[in-house]
């Protein structure tokens, strides 16, 4: 049976889709997509993406990509601000959407788009790339199948650079705008810890938080929070963008009943700062080797291919394969509701002085779910 390839549009080539770009670059080696067209109000911008991975058309409206006749699927990869239009322009179109996170810049946004995309019935994937780490991978099966008892609680630290033009030289700086951002640290860079965490650990269903604004932006560069999940995990997240420019870095430890578990991380594969220690009663420090970990994981994929730097590559692949294959897409938008309902009620508990505040509930304004 001859396998159908894929029409791939881009709607936005600035620094996240040009990532993407390396890895469809991959997938049209492999056969798997045409890459159709790609467009950004920047010149520049096009020129990046289409150097990572020729397109065949690059154009200034981003609605040329919806529109285009032999374009299946959409990659939203612009500013926050722009990602609710591309993803309803796509979804009109009847076309299949990656959007990258975050979703929009308010909650209301967020669940407007969310409701959208389930009741269109399409196969829709977040950016969550982050999900496709193997020490994640690990993670997540050390939880499921309680290889180390009942998880009981963790403590998330992410740090990064701030990443806008003011403090790294030539940056973009429509994250440090609240219209543009709708928020900073948490929203920005920590959603995806916070997609992370409800996924291991179900959603939250109570929040206590604090945020800073020491830099003089319209969003926050510090974040402390304490988390209730809704099977009794409890955690604190501690996320912060700061002056260290070229660092980034995520570490997690999670507590259980017969173990403790320290990871670092970033999203680059292979990356220096990667570390996995699990420690078990009487049995000492058990330190994985992470290249054998990951081979397994990509084999557990089906990757047989070695040369991709960066994870989304594993994210787009397999949303191209749930296009091509009518089957749903993971994560999607309703797995992003709830990573996008822990920061908001972090944030309503920082403008209410850290008061305890209670996530919004999913399905609250009458979707269900499908395939988003």
């Not at 890459?35 to 911008?45: F, G, I, R």
């Not at 997540?140 to 990443?163: C, I, K, N, S």
């Not at 800073?212 to 560069?221: H, I, K, P, T």
């Not at 996008?340 to 399905?363: F, I, K, M, N, Q």
Request: hydrophobic share 40%; charged share 20%.
């Amino acid at each position: 049976m001859v396998r159908r390839v894929i029409g791939v549009g881009m709607v936005g080539c600035g620094s996240i889709g040009q990532i993407h770009a390396d890895g469809l670059a991959k997938l049209v080696e492999e056969g798997e997509i045409r890459a159709v067209v790609a467009a950004d109000p920047s010149e520049e911008a096009r020129r990046a993406v289409h150097r990572n991975c020729a397109f065949e058309l690059l154009a200034d409206d981003p609605s040329v990509v919806a529109g285009h006749p032999d374009v299946d699927a959409v990659l939203v990869t612009g500013p926050t601000a722009t990602h609710a239009s591309a993803v309803l322009e796509a979804i009109g179109q009847g076309k299949a959407v990656m959007c990258e996170k975050p979703l929009a810049p308010t909650f209301d946004e967020v669940r407007a788009l969310v409701a959208a995309v389930a009741d269109s019935g399409l196969v829709a994937q977040v950016g969550f790339h982050s999900r496709w780490n193997p020490i994640v991978d690990r993670l997540l099966r050390m939880v499921t199948t309680g290889e180390l008892g009942a998880p009981l609680g963790y403590a998330l630290r992410e740090d990064q650079f701030w990443p806008t033009g003011s403090v790294v030289a030539g940056h973009s700086s429509w994250r440090s705008d609240r219209s543009q951002a709708g928020g900073g640290a948490l929203l920005e860079h920590t959603i995806h810890g916070c997609d992370l965490l409800v996924r291991m650990f179900g959603p939250a269903v109570a929040v206590s938080a604090r945020t800073r604004s020491l830099f003089g932006f319209g969003v926050e560069d510090m974040v402390a929070a304490q988390v209730e999940h809704d099977g009794g995990v409890i955690g604190t997240i501690a996320t912060v963008f700061n002056g260290v420019e070229g660092r980034e870095e995520r570490r997690l430890e999670l507590f259980f009943e017969q173990g403790t578990v320290e990871v670092t991380g970033d999203f680059i594969v292979g990356a220096a700062e990667d570390s996995l220690t699990i420690h078990r009663p009487r049995a000492g420090s058990e330190r994985p080797d992470l290249d054998a970990l990951r081979d397994g994981y990509f084999d557990s994929l089906g990757v047989a291919r070695r040369d991709f730097v960066f994870y989304q590559y594993l994210a787009d692949r397999s949303f191209i394969h749930a296009v091509r294959d009518g089957t749903s897409a993971t994560p999607g938008f309703i797995d992003a509701y709830r990573a996008h309902a822990l920061v908001d009620a972090a944030y309503r508990s920082a403008g209410a002085g850290g008061a305890v505040t209670r996530p919004a509930a999913e399905g609250s304004d009458g979707w269900t779910g499908g395939r988003s």
